[in-house]
């Protein structure tokens, strides 16, 4: 019995930890950043896949004939065009996935040094009691 009280007289609750209405937002931003950045961390994966796969399309319809009729999915059907207004379709939707990676990669560095703001000085408050660090999947 003794050692069970030994433990649990050591055992001391976070009760001198104050939590203000400010530490409270702070946190709840922290968590909607953090989200934020998941989700366009999804996003960006998605549009890099988009944009490697166009890459390849290139590289494939460069081995095609000139006169050869290349059939592309648009909505709900196929579309046959010329070799020439292809590549050039292709690369108009190319350089707008580059620019949408571009705008998700900014927006990624704006979230991340926000988030990096809020644990400094999440942490610089509430120190080892409380975890903001990702949890690996």
């Known amino acids: ?3 069970r009280k030994n433990v649990q007289a050591g055992f001391q609750p ?5 939590i203000t209405y400010e530490d409270q937002q702070k946190i709840n ?3 909607r950043q953090n989200a934020k950045m998941d989700d366009l961390k999804e996003e960006l994966k998605i549009k890099q896949n988009e944009l ?3 890459e390849d399309a290139c590289d494939e319809i460069v081995l095609l004939d000139e ?3 290349i059939p592309y999915y648009i909505g709900e059907v196929f579309i046959y065009e010329d070799l020439e207004k292809t590549q050039n379709y292709l690369d108009e939707i190319k350089e707008k996935k580059k ?6 990669e900014s927006k990624c560095v704006d979230l991340k040094n926000i988030i990096t703001e809020l644990k400094t000085q999440l942490y610089a408050k509430f120190g080892s009691r ?3 660090e990702a949890e690996e999947d």
């Open 52 to 54: 490697k796969n166009l």
């Open 29 to 31: 931003k922290f968590a």
């Open 1 to 3: 019995m003794s050692a």
């Open 67 to 69: 006169d050869a009729k």
């Open 14 to 18: 976070d009760s001198d930890v104050y």
């Open 130 to 132: 409380i975890n903001l």
């Open 99 to 104: 620019k949408e990676i571009f705008n998700l």
